[in-house]
């Protein structure tokens, strides 16, 4: 019983309620937060994830070139990093710059090519691009992704 409850416990380390001010909206007090920990990380894994998810932040609070700084310093501490090309990829997408846009997508998709995220927006860039095609392909499998390594499992029904 105390194992289904610790399911839904809050994660009160620091990582934690950074992670969940950004999930419920409250962009100043993630910045803050991941400001924190990155002066605290030691790791080079670490202060990318930190510096990536405070762009994040700083993208929500209308600070985009804070962002952009962001996510460039956590592609200088860990070259390729998925999620940080992906969140390029999604500023460049909204300033229309669709080929730029794809070539980011598609370099974190090299370098991870399990990361849903990046196929989903490769996906929604392509069809902006009316390589419709393309972008079907991506979205279907970024939708198998997102089930993760169980869906592969189920019976279709």
Known sequence: MFTFLRRFAR????RGLALSALERGDF????????ALLA??????????FRNKRGIARVRLGRREEALEDFRGALDLVAN?????????????????LDDAI???????????LYGVAH???GVA?????????????LRRA??????????????A
């Open 103 to 113: 070539a980011h997508y598609e370099a974190a998709i090299r370098s991870d090519d």
């Open 11 to 14: 994660d009160q380390s620091p």
């Open 40 to 49: 605290e990380a030691a790791s080079p894994a670490d202060r990318a994830f």
């Open 143 to 156: 939708a198998r992704l997102e089930g993760g390594p169980f869906r592969r499992l189920r019976k279709p």
């Open 126 to 138: 392509l069809k902006r691009a009316g390589r419709i095609d393309e972008a079907v392909r991506e």
């Open 120 to 122: 989903q927006n490769l």
């Open 81 to 97: 990093y998925p999620p940080a090309l992906t969140n390029l990829g999604n500023l460049l997408l909204e300033e229309g710059a």
């Open 28 to 35: 100043a007090a993630a910045e803050g937060r991941f400001e």
